[in-house]
């Protein structure tokens, strides 16, 4: 790996591969959608709205957290165990995944983007596997020692 393809990596990890396949799963579920006929989740526009609003809202603060706890300019440099990446191994990844994909699936008041928000979860964990093992060529026993203390898109409830 050059250090310029190395550098990339450690700063973008595995976001634009996760990104494309999640975009793409996201088509195949609009698709599908139009589709078939399933009642919406609710008739209810200001519960749909006010669900998408909080999860737009700490979506940004996670990242916001995220950012804080790691600066883009010190990813791949050193191991952060603190701030979000105390309870997240994969902070950024999870506030998208695991908060703003299922506000966005109440937005679109449809069952189908709601499975969609769960598929996604199965494949970045498959997604992220590469990323975590640069992590543990790099820091080696410390990472692999983080690994089991800390979840990658969930915090880890029992240690």
């Known amino acids: 790996m050059s250090e310029k393809t190395g550098k990339f990596v450690k700063v973008f990890g595995s976001g634009p591969i996760g990104v ?6 996201f088509f195949v ?4 959608n139009r589709q078939i006929n399933i009642p919406p989740i609710t008739g209810n ?3 749909l709205n006010s669900v998408f609003l909080i999860s737009c809202l700490v979506t940004i603060g996670m990242i916001i957290w995220c950012l804080k706890s790691l600066p883009v300019g010190e990813r791949g440099k050193k191991l952060c165990t603190y ?6 191994r994969h902070p950024l990844y999870a506030a998208f995944l695991s908060v703003f994909n299922f506000g966005l699936s109440f937005y679109l008041n449809s069952y189908v983007f709601v499975l969609w928000a769960i598929i996604l979860h199965p494949v970045w964990h498959f997604i992220v596997r590469y990323e975590e093992k640069l992590m543990v060529n790099i820091f080696k026993e410390d ?3 983080y690994q089991k203390k800390t ?3 969930f915090p880890r409830l029992i240690r």
């Open 20 to 25: 494309f396949v999640s975009l793409i799963l």
């Open 29 to 32: 579920a609009y698709w599908i």
């Open 45 to 47: 526009r200001f519960i």
């Open 83 to 88: 701030g979000a990446f105390k309870y997240f």
């Open 143 to 145: 990472y692999t020692e």
């Open 151 to 153: 979840g990658r898109f």
